[in-house]
Nanobody, 115 residues
Framework: VQLQASGGGLVQSGGSLRLSCVAS????????IGWFRQVPGKEREAVSC????????NYADSVKGRFTISRDNAKNTAWLQMNSLKPEDTGVYYC?????????WGLGTQVTVSS
């Protein structure tokens, strides 16, 4: 089982990044996918998630209107499009796959937004 997050980097405030989460080793279609972020000294926080069965999405209030989560089950991939980035979006971003029995975390990707 593997989840690989990528696409992070250094961007100026107001810029955009697109994170990818590529899965292998499990039935991707059956899993909800979530994006989380963490900064040193703080707890990991949920950013967005997309359901497996109807593609319903949810967003943290802090990213609503700026971030968009999507998935393509045929490609075993989920994305997080991040626009109008702010310095407070800085952190390590992780993707997570959840079903009723299992959950899997990927390694994170660093996002740094400079002011």
């Amino acid at each position: 089982v593997q989840l690989q997050a990528s696409g992070g980097g250094l961007v100026q405030s107001g810029g955009s990044l697109r994170l990818s989460c590529v899965a292998s080793g499990f039935t991707f279609d059956n899993y909800a996918i979530g994006w989380f972020r963490q900064v040193p000294g703080k707890e990991r926080e949920a950013v967005s998630c997309i359901e497996s069965y109807n593609n319903d999405t949810n967003y943290a209030d802090s990213v609503k209107g700026r971030f968009t989560i999507s998935r393509d089950n045929a490609k075993n991939t989920a994305w997080l499009q991040m626009n109008s980035l702010k310095p407070e979006d800085t952190g390590v971003y992780y993707c997570k796959a959840d079903d009723i029995r299992n959950n899997y975390w990927g390694l994170g990707t660093q996002v740094t937004v400079s002011s």
